[in-house]
């Protein structure tokens, strides 16, 4: 009884840990783009990174549910609209336009 005991505290503390860790990596993303010089493109619309931060947090309570990871959070809520289906495309100065999904992936490794 007592192995199970400390099987089940050690399972859950490595939820806790693994969520926490989610949620910290979901913070730096969302403070990246925030923070960011380029501009994010979303249905032909341009916008800075305040404003796109805006727009991606709420998508991402929309879909806070379905999000297991900081992969997860990219995929729901930062990748294409889910309207009309367009990819969210980054501007960057000297650099060519890429999707949001590659440019926060790059970010988060």
């Known amino acids: 009884m007592h192995f199970a005991r400390q099987l089940f505290f050690a399972s859950l503390l490595f939820v806790v840990t693994a969520i926490a860790d989610t949620q910290q990596e979901i913070n730096h ?10 501009q994010y493109e979303r249905n032909g619309n341009v916008y800075d990174g305040a404003r796109a931060v805006k727009h991606i947090n709420r998508k991402y309570e929309y879909f806070k549910d379905e999000i297991n990871s900081a992969e997860d959070f990219i ?27 590659d440019w926060l992936l790059d970010e988060l490794k």
Do not use: D, E
């Open 29 to 38: 993303l969302l403070g990246f783009v925030a923070g960011t010089t380029c």
């Open 75 to 101: 995929k729901y809520s930062a990748t294409k609209s889910t309207m009309s289906g367009k990819q969210y495309k980054i501007h960057c100065s000297n650099v060519p336009v890429q999707n949001s999904s």
